[in-house]
Nanobody
């Protein structure tokens, strides 16, 4: 069983900052790519930022320069530092990780999702 536990969401004023954390636990051999997604009411879930096992990152154009994704492989964790927040950033943010399991037939990977954490930007 693999579990992704998120924290750090909440209410913040425009221009403020938040730092989201996601800890992966369970049967883990290693973790490949990790990422943060978000979904606003009535909209499709979109990729906000992703990071590979080697540390390469990519960002949605709307957050580039404001958000920073990072990971700590020793802690099986991924983080999202969000600065200069605007009301358009309001959404439920989800953590995602491709987890590698060591089994009888070798290494197998599966994607897992966190429960989501609400981020609200409002005056």
């Amino acid at each position: 069983q693999v579990q992704l536990v998120e924290s750090g969401g909440g209410l913040v004023q425009p221009g403020g900052s938040l730092r989201l954390s996601c800890v992966v636990s369970g049967s883990i051999f290693s973790i490949n790519a990790m990422g943060w997604y978000r979904q606003a009411p009535g909209k499709e879930r979109e990729l906000v930022a992703g990071i590979t096992s080697g540390g390469s990152t990519n960002y949605a154009d709307s957050v580039k320069g404001r958000f920073t994704i990072s990971r700590d492989n020793a802690k099986n964790s991924v983080y999202l530092q969000m600065n200069s927040l605007t009301p358009e950033d309001t959404a439920v943010y989800y953590c995602n990780a491709e987890v590698v399991h060591a089994g009888t037939w070798g290494a197998r990977s599966f994607r897992y999702w966190g429960q989501g954490t609400q981020v609200t930007i409002s005056s």
